[in-house]
């Protein structure tokens, strides 16, 4: 039987005991309960002493480890939610939101498409109907509705949480064209294809991305003219991190590499990621240590994913957010999972 909120408010701290601790303490009992709540005074943080096992109150009941789960999985849940993981058992719903391929939600995506038409178009289709209607941010309103029906409705609640995350981990600031309208796609394609799968396929999706490739202006990454924000961000935010172990001579080389990653067909309504043979530095390079051969085309760039995505500072860097995220009850608890994670992404366990 669910726990009701009287019988909740019952295993706190009882009345006798609040008024045994208010005369204790020289506060007149009578005083504070007929007294509006006011503002208090903030102490000195030092002055703040947490005693017993829990950080708060020794008093307090346990925390449950199913409602802790919940919350860091779901987009908030019910009553019902919370049953079904109490017969499922903590590793039993957690492998069933793993699994999130077997819960059905045709009818859900269905009444997605109807009432956000735009989520389910190609690229051709998005730029077709920006010049036709000029409606440039059309695309970004309905994927904004159809993110939150399926935060809010989706059974696939750990997968549309960790789509947050990495829409997030790969940002791309849907605000000027063409990224307003074809971060649709890489939503579904980049995002969504990959939330909960290979690590290494996302980032290549995200590098050949129509909205990746003109939010971080590679589509002007030319061996004449290096542009050096893709291959900065690519090993800043998507990988390394800030103190990953790169330098500025990294960031030249990298550049160096996605020379010709670019975009075309977009006069014609058919865009598409294109790599250009003619505008890519055939030279070789030097990335974080690995020497890139002369003569190399697409594959250079491929091969600096491939060196990122194996790079011990990105197992920490992502390693490191996913407990932040998930905000862990203690230091010690979040210092755990991250090693956890980084020992298993290095192991090839994580894909």
């Keep these: 039987m669910a726990t009701t909120r009287r019988q909740f408010f019952s ?4 009345r006798p005991e609040i008024d045994r601790s208010l005369s204790q303490n020289g506060i007149p009992i009578d005083r504070v309960r007929n007294s509006r709540p006011t503002a208090l005074k903030q102490p000195p943080i030092d002055s703040i002493k947490h005693v017993g096992a829990h950080p708060d109150d020794i008093s307090l009941p346990a925390v449950d480890p199913l409602v802790v789960l919940l919350n860091r999985c779901c987009f908030g849940f019910k009553e019902a939610e919370y049953q079904r993981a109490l017969a499922l058992d903590y590793t039993g719903w957690l492998q069933e939101q793993l699994n999130y391929a077997s819960f059905d939600v045709s009818a859900l995506e269905s009444s997605i498409a109807n009432l956000y038409p735009r989520v389910t178009w190609t690229a051709a289709q998005l730029i077709a109907d920006v010049k036709a209607t000029g409606m440039n941010g059309q695309a970004a309103k309905e994927l904004i509705g159809a993110t939150m029906e399926r935060q809010l409705k989706s059974p696939r609640q750990l997968y549309e949480t960790m789509v947050e995350f990495w829409t997030n981990h790969f940002n791309i600031a849907a605000a000027s064209t063409p990224e307003v309208y074809y971060k649709v796609v890489d939503d579904r394609d980049v995002i969504r294809a990959n939330a909960l799968g290979s690590f ?11 909205a990746m490739l003109y939010y971080l202006d ?46 075309t067909g977009s006069s014609s309504n058919n865009p598409v990621f294109t790599f250009s043979s003619s505008q890519h530095d055939t030279a070789a390079k030097n990335v974080l240590g690995n020497t890139i051969a002369a003569g190399g085309g697409i594959s250079d760039g491929d091969r600096v994913l491939d060196i990122l995505a194996a790079h011990p500072s990105t197992a920490r860097y992502i390693g490191e957010k996913l407990p932040d995220k ?14 956890m994670a980084n020992t298993r992404w290095l192991s090839g366990r994580d894909g």
Aim: aromatic residues 10%; charged residues 20%; glycine residues 6%.
């Design 326 to 339: 998930n905000k862990f009850p203690s230091h010690y608890a979040r210092a755990s999972a991250v090693q």
């Design 11 to 14: 295993y706190s701290t009882s």
């Design 200 to 210: 290494p396929a996302m980032l290549k999706a995200s590098a050949r991305s129509l």
């Design 218 to 263: 590679n589509v002007t990454n030319t061996k004449s003219g290096p542009n050096e924000n893709y291959a900065r961000e690519l090993m800043e935010l998507h990988t390394l991190g800030v103190e990953g172990g790169f330098s500025e001579t990294d960031v030249k080389e990298v550049a160096r590499c996605f020379t010709g990653w670019t975009v």
